[in-house]
């Protein structure tokens, strides 16, 4: 679901090369909390993986992506 909004993007996209550098899970809790709407317990449920670790791949993934767009 959230991999088709990335991969809908624009291939020289800036926006996408920031994503491409993300490791898989980051791209993928950042794309499920700001595309897909989800909270932090719901992706730590798709994920499999206890909250916190799901709270900080989407902050540092945000982090990440903040630099790179800068």
Do not use: N
């Amino acid at each position: 679901m959230v991999e088709d909004a990335f991969s809908q993007l624009a291939t020289e996209s800036r926006l996408r090369a920031c994503l491409e550098e993300l490791d898989r899970e980051k791209r993928e809790s950042l794309l499920l909390s700001y595309v897909a709407g989800y909270s932090h317990g719901e992706i730590a449920g798709l994920m499999r993986v206890p909250i916190g670790t799901a709270k900080s791949w989407v902050r540092r993934a945000l982090m990440a992506l903040k630099d790179c767009m800068a």
